[in-house]
Structure formats: C-alpha cells, structure tokens
C-alpha cells in the first residue's frame, strides 16, 4: 500500500525544502507520494521544472495563506 | 532512583550526559541519578577536522581520543553497540545481551555514510567523511599531478558548508602545488544553486567565477561509471573526471531504522521544539538522528544538547520542561587563502554570512582544539 509522507520545511533555511524532498523521495517506494509545505517562493518554482526533468510526478501544486503544498509522486 | 539512558557518544551523546552530570550533581553524588552512555565505539572522533586531514593539515591522531577521558567519571559508560532501541518500554538491548533501561531515554546515534545506494559510487569515488576516507584522499592528492575533478554533492548529507570548503581549499591545495593550471575542478549540487543556503550560494557564486571552478546544479547521482570514469545524473548529464570527490549521502543508524516505530531512513519523528520522539514525553533525540529539517552539523547537535540537558535536568529536579528548542544552527565556513566566516540561524531568524576574514579562519583553528571542551560539556 502506498503512503504520504509530510515534509513541513515552512521557514526551512538549511538544507531547505527541495533538499529534503529529494532525501525522503529516495526512502520511498514509486507510487508513494510526499507533500511538501514551503514558504520559499523559489522551491515552488523549482519543485515542477525538476520533477519534469527527472520523471517524478507532480500530483498538486497548491498555494495556502502564507506557502505552498506541493505533493510529488515517486515515479521511478 | 532516575536512569538517563543515553544512546550514542558522539558529539550529541557526550554533550547531553556531561552537560546533566554538571547540572544534576548533587543527584548524580548522592545516588538519586544515574547517567549510562552506550556506544559503539571506545574512542571519540571529532569529525570537523577530517577536512583539514585529507589536505594533511592535521594527523588522525589530533583528531581521535579515548571516549572515556571524555566523559564526566561518574557516567556508567558501556562500549556494546546497541541492537534494539525499545522507545515504548525505554529498554535497550545491546550486541552482548544487555538489556539497559531507564526512565528517561535519550537517542543520540547520529548518521552514517551510505554511498554504496548509489551504484559504483563507494567504488569510484574519494570522500573526506570518515578517517579512512580523508587519509586515502590525502594520499591520493599528494601525488595527483592535475586532470579533471568533480565534486559531487549527495542528499542527504552532514556540515552542509564541507562541500564549499573542501572546493576552496583544493583550489589551494593545487595552486600552492603547481598543478591547478593543469587541472579543472566540476562541483555538482543537488538542487538548483550551488549551496543549499541561498547567501551562500550567492557568495560563492562570484567566488567560484573567480577562481575558474565550474558548478553543475539539480545534479542528483544516478551512477559512476568506475571503468570509463564518469559520473551521470538522474538529470541526464555525465561528467568525466580523473579524480571524484564525493560528498556520499547518508542515513541514519540502522538500529533505528529496525527498532523505532516510523523512523525512515533512520530519522527519528522528532517534536522540532520539545525534541521529544513524536508520540512520548520522557524519549529525546538529539544531532543528526532527528529527522527536523534543519541542518545536520556539530552546532545542531550542541545546541539540541543543551535544550536536552536543560529539560531532562528540569523535569527531574522541578517536574517541569525548562524551554525549547529554537532551531539554533551556528557554521564556520573556511573560504580558502587563510579565511574564512560563519553563518547562523534559527528557525524564525535567515541566514546571512559575512565576508571572510582571516581572523574567523584562525578562530575556526582555535576552535578545532578547543573542541574537547565542547565534548566535555564546558563550551
């Protein structure tokens, strides 16, 4: 069965939102999903570009008051 | 009587048990306290200066010593690695078959080097993170004579400065050896800037500019090739190189990952600001073992440390948490040609760096020997 796992990196300076997404990503069995909250406007921008360069999925990309919720799909 | 097991005497481990056998002394002397450390190893590394070793700038020696002169005489201190951590029970049983359990519980295990996850990585390629790592590249670039070097940044890693300073200081290194001009050096990075700290990353920029090193960013290992010598992301690009240098990802301990309920990849779900396990009150985890997205560094761990030693020491003396955890985070970071700077943060206050000096650089010096101090829980 596959699972959510929830990266709260909201105010995350060092080593950063994207950092650890791709860290939990390779803990994680394809199908399984994390969702990601970042308050860095850059992350949110980055997060789509990378998984279409490297073939994950971008399940939603959604903005709260004050970040972002990205969940990605591990594709492969 | 109160047991504090402690599991882990790092930098993290030996921190939170000198730091209560100080705070809780009266306790600890009349026998109403009782402190255990157990470790895997008798002896104490302190990690920073691998750096320094692989450019031969310090002998292991300098850097090693006897875990027991580190630890305050009255801790109970037993070198039997631990193979299940029972958090619910607060039991630990070790290689040998002893079983320690104590009212309060502290997992202090830090991370380990897991190079062989990316194919023909442990093979191919140098890395300064162990004492063997670093003396092998020392020996290696005593006699490299220039060619192309890359490298190679791996997620997740610890002392997030090491990878822009073992850059700077090769540069060095090769320079003062003659054999920069012949030489090239790559950095790779796994995700869009060079440095995972955006000041950073915009220092070094320019900095990089200046002194000829070429970056390579969203380069996530896929695979080394030892044979023909390349490197290839699961971006799509492959570096040639005649010397790899990698920055290895890491995991936590396994026994961890096997015996603490939720703890991927060895991380424990830590409460960012009590530093409690998710889930209890009396189970605390400190360094590199927290799975906080915070960075993985020997300041992390001191300060995570102390909130312990503070709390721990609070609740059995006034039944009460003293304070939180603030997501303090303080990095020299060595720049090359004898300086250096720093970086500190937390979590509601970014990081700014200064400029280098060469005052910072010999303060790092200094620090480098006062380490033993920290260890001791008396800086």
């Given at each position: 069965m596959s699972e959510r796992k929830l990266i709260d990196a909201r105010g995350a300076a060092c080593p950063g939102p994207m950092m650890e997404l791709i860290a939990m990503l390779k803990l994680l069995e394809v199908g399984d999903e994390v969702e990601l909250l970042s308050t860095d406007p850059g992350t949110a921008a980055d997060v789509p570009t990378w998984c279409d360069k490297v073939g994950h999925k971008l399940v939603s990309k959604t903005k709260a008051d004050d970040h972002w919720i990205l969940v990605v799909g591990k594709a492969k | 009587m109160k047991k504090i097991i402690v599991v882990g005497g790092g930098m993290a481990g030996s921190i939170v048990a000198n730091g209560l056998a100080r705070k809780l002394n009266k306790e600890l002397n009349n026998g109403l306290v009782n402190i255990t450390v157990i470790s895997a190893t008798d002896k104490h590394l302190y990690q920073p200066g691998l750096l320094y070793l692989a450019f031969g700038r310090v002998r292991e020696n300098e850097l090693i010593r006897d875990q027991k002169t580190i630890l305050d005489k009255r801790i109970e201190f037993h070198v039997d690695p631990a193979i299940n951590i029972d958090t619910q029970a607060k039991k630990v049983t070790t290689k040998s078959g002893k079983v320690f359990e104590g009212n309060y519980l502290v997992i202090a295990t830090g991370s380990r080097l897991v190079p062989e996850t990316v194919p023909g990585l442990a093979e191919g390629a140098h890395q300064f993170y162990s004492v063997d790592g670093a003396k092998k590249l020392r020996d290696t670039l005593k006699t490299f004579e220039g060619g192309k070097i890359v490298i190679n940044v791996n997620a997740?890693?610890?002392?997030?400065v090491a990878p822009i300073e073992i850059t700077c200081m090769l540069h060095d290194f090769l320079t003062e050896k003659g054999v920069m001009e012949k030489s090239e050096i790559t950095y790779t990075y796994p995700v869009g800037r060079v440095h995972a700290m955006e000041p950073v990353a915009n220092w070094a920029v320019p900095e990089f500019e200046k002194l000829g090193i070429k970056s390579e960013t969203l380069f996530n290992t896929k695979e080394v090739n030892v044979d023909k010598k390349t490197i290839t992301s699961e971006e799509g690009v492959t570096l040639n190189y005649d010397l790899l240098i990698t920055i290895p990802p890491h995991k936590g301990q396994q026994v961890v990952e096997d015996?603490?309920?939720?703890?991927?990849?060895?991380w424990c779900p830590t409460d960012k600001k009590k530093l409690y396990l998710e889930g209890t009150t009396d189970v605390f985890i400190c360094g590199d073992t927290t799975n906080i997205p915070i960075s993985k560094a020997g300041s992390t761990a001191h300060f995570e440390a102390d909130t312990i030693v503070d709390n721990i020491s609070s609740l059995i003396q006034e039944g009460t948490m003293a304070r939180d955890y603030d997501g303090k985070v303080f990095c020299f970071i060595e720049t090359g040609k004898e300086e250096g700077s720093y970086v500190w943060f937390n979590y509601t206050t970014p990081p700014a760096p200064g400029l280098p000096t060469k005052a910072v650089h010999r303060f790092k010096l200094a620090y480098n020997k006062m380490y033993w101090l920290s260890a001791k829980g008396l800086l």
């Open positions: - | 997740p890693h610890k002392c997030p015996s603490v309920p939720d703890a991927k990849g060895g």
